[in-house]
């Protein structure tokens, strides 16, 4: 019955114009918003709505709102009422097949690896086992080939997500210092 939540945008915008996409993602990222708080279902019928909304998410028209939608999915399946660490994985690597994508056709792209990283570390903070260093360091040496390929763009957002990577970077050393176990193998550059 959330599928009637989500509504088809003004007659005057074309279905398939980034102003519909515009839409659908603004309500299926109110939707996942919704489903993560939600405790009203059986684990089943669940599990059956939060892999629909999954599914939606992954046929947004822009690959690059594909990859955020699909990111954001990743609370549906870890939340504090329902655990499902495998699904949630299956949209990592989603998210990153995606991202690989985008990246091949815009460099300018590489925002989403840094979004995948920032997820990856959040869930590795809040110990989701599921999380493993190797993918993370997988996703920042990604990001370290690609860095100046990036800033050299002339991309509008080099600088908002330079100073995104710089306080994940920041966040990365906060938390060895802090002694936090899971991050002290993590091999991160500082950046600026």
Known sequence: FFFLMIRRPPRSTQSRSSAASDVYKRQILQIVGVFQILNC????NYDTLVSNITQYCSKLLKKNEQCIAVLQCTHLFLNQHYRNEARAFECFKKCLKIAQTCLKSNIKNLNLYVSILNKFLFFLSAGVEAVHLDDIQTCINLINEKIEEFKSSNSDNVE???????NTSTYVQEKKNSGAQHFVEINMPQYS
């Open 41 to 44: 279902f059986s684990e089943e």
């Open 160 to 166: 908002s997500v330079m100073r995104y990577l710089a």
